[in-house]
């Protein structure tokens, strides 16, 4: 794949986990409405009192591998959970509102194929 669209994306992905992981703690963009079921994940995800803080650190911590290109495939691995559950939120649950969470994944599965060769030790 073209090396520098592989770093536009590697950056692109980077900083939407980067802002959307910190937005978890500080809550600096809107909420958007979510029907009855996604609030009601959404809020025993709240009321745990860390699940969503440690969603919102993966994504950060994530975010901030892919930017300084350190560990880059463990970044995507660790990533891959959290974007496969952001596409399943929002196609079970909040199918309105799925576009962002399809791109991450998608960003996601594309940097993984790109750096299969340093995966396929693991299979």
């Known amino acids: 794949m073209n090396s520098k669209l592989t770093m536009i994306l590697r950056i692109f992905l980077g900083l939407i986990l980067v802002v959307f992981g910190a937005n978890k703690f500080f ?13 009601a994940l959404m809020g025993a995800m709240v009321k745990s009192g860390y699940l969503l803080k440690l969603v919102g650190i993966t994504e950060i911590v994530a975010g901030l591998l892919l930017l300084v290109n ?7 691995i660790i990533l891959a959970p959290v974007s496969l559950n952001m596409a399943l939120f929002h196609l079970f649950l909040a199918p309105a509102s799925i576009g962002p969470a399809a791109v991450v994944t998608l960003i996601n599965a594309v940097l993984i194929y790109d750096n299969w060769s340093k995966f396929k030790i693991l299979f």
């Open 70 to 76: 350190k560990w880059t495939p463990f970044a995507l």
């Open 27 to 39: 809550g600096f963009m809107p909420s958007m409405e979510l029907p009855e079921g996604a609030m």
